[in-house]
Nanobody, 125 residues
Framework: QLQLVESGGGLVQPGGSLRLSCAAS????????IGWFRQAPGKDRTGFSC????????HDEDSVKGRFTVSRDSAKNTVYLQMSSLKPEDTAVYYC??????????????????WGQGTQVTVSS
């Protein structure tokens, strides 16, 4: 069974940091581009970062540029989302997803075949 499991979410104060992990089982994550998405209460799910198979990251929202970074560790079959300078508006359920592709990555959630279950991130004092 192909699965992605996110972990690392939780409650953090404004200005704090969190690192989310996205671990794959049943398949080799290195064969996939990985996207990160989030869904805030009452809002649609949106993509904000992705990373190519070669490890090149892209961020599609001005709101996360300079604060979020994405990396991957093929040996651990895991992708990471490092979040810093967190703001209350970052509060959301965060999802990772995998897209089998030979190049590039996309924020289009319709392209992604495998999804994690999501992890809650709450930024509050």
């Amino acid at each position: 069974q192909l699965q992605l499991v996110e972990s690392g979410g939780g409650l953090v104060q404004p200005g704090g940091s969190l690192r989310l992990s996205c671990a794959a089982s049943g398949f080799t994550l290195a064969d996939y581009a990985i996207g990160w998405f989030r869904q805030a209460p009452g809002k649609d799910r949106t993509g904000f970062s992705c990373i190519t198979r070669s490890g090149r990251a892209a961020h599609d929202e001005d709101s996360v540029k300079g604060r979020f970074t994405v990396s991957r560790d093929s040996a651990k079959n895991t992708v990471y989302l490092q979040m810093s300078s967190l703001k209350p508006e970052d509060t959301a359920v965060y999802y990772c997803a995998a897209h089998r592709t030979d190049w590039g990555c996309t924020m289009d959630d319709l392209k992604y075949e495998i999804w994690g279950q999501g992890t809650q991130v709450t930024v509050s004092s």
